[in-house]
């Protein structure tokens, strides 16, 4: 069997009851850094006097999901199999989408327990969480992709929930304001331990407030939705395009520039579809 556990975000006692239980019977754990997992076995083992043994550890990130995948056999999960991430839920912005994929194109029983997750404590805390929301995990890390993040989330018509590393935290709470001065943001840093902090203000303020302040740690922010009452999301569809009167070469660019697909294998069907 397969388990998605999630891990403290800081407080041990965020571990669920269940998640221990689990734990303890684990016998594979695939985790996202293997001396993170081992440090943490150790520290619950310790506080909660149990005894989680997992025989064997596999390594399971970002840079090698892929590979994993093709090396694992099905016969693991005969075991009793858990995956984690370095804290929080697994999957969300941390390793193990690859591997919950894996499980449902090849009929492999898991579970997903509910647990620590940093971005729904910041969208809670925030006082922002009307009824809809979008998570947008790590923006792009610098250029005019970045650029292109920040304008696309200040133009959301509801709270945007963003997760940024400290050394660009100043530099995200400054951009938003040359756009938006006014926009209202809410930055927590480490949550759950021991130095969480809580910031709310209008762009401009914040970015003056965070100037100020120690910026090591974790960071989530959550930007309030556009307050434009009659601001519509412009939304273009491949129909829209495909019944412009223009050449097929200027659609087929468009269209490529809509699914980052080949342009040219674009035209290629396009052509065919009009013969």
Request: glycine residues 4%.
């Amino acid at each position: 069997m397969l388990y998605f556990v999630p891990t403290p975000i800081g407080n041990l006692l965020d571990i669920s009851f269940r998640s221990l239980e689990i734990l303890k019977a684990c016998e594979v754990l695939i985790c996202e850094d293997t001396r993170v997992s081992k440090s943490l076995i150790n520290l619950l083992n310790s506080k909660y006097s149990c005894s989680i043994k997992p025989q064997l550890f596999l390594s399971l990130h970002s840079h090698n999901e892929e590979e994993f995948l093709k090396q694992i056999s099905e016969d693991l999960f005969q075991k009793e199999v858990v995956c984690v991430s370095d804290a929080g839920m697994p999957a969300i912005s941390d390793p193990g989408n690859f591997l919950i994929k894996f499980a449902l194109e090849n009929n492999i029983a898991f579970e997903v327990l509910p647990g620590a997750n940093a971005a729904l404590v910041a969208l809670v805390s925030s006082g922002f969480c009307e009824k809809e929301f979008i998570f947008l995990g790590f923006l792009s890390n610098k250029g005019t992709s970045r650029q292109k993040d920040i304008e696309k989330l200040l133009n959301y018509p509801f709270a945007s929930i963003v997760y940024e590393a400290p050394s660009r935290v100043l530099s995200l709470v400054q951009d938003i304001a040359k756009i938006d001065a006014q926009r209202e943001i809410f930055a927590i840093k480490e949550i759950s331990k021991k130095f969480e902090t809580k910031f709310k203000n209008k762009a401009k303020k914040l970015a003056n407030e965070l100037e100020k302040s120690n910026l090591n740690g974790e960071w989530v922010l959550v930007i309030s939705a556009r307050e434009d009452a009659n601001f519509k999301q412009n939304t273009l569809c491949e129909q829209d395009i495909l019944e412009l009167d223009l050449p097929l070469k200027t659609k087929s660019k468009l269209l490529s520039k809509m699914s980052g697909k080949n342009a040219k294998e674009i035209y290629s069907k396009l052509l065919l579809s009009e013969n």
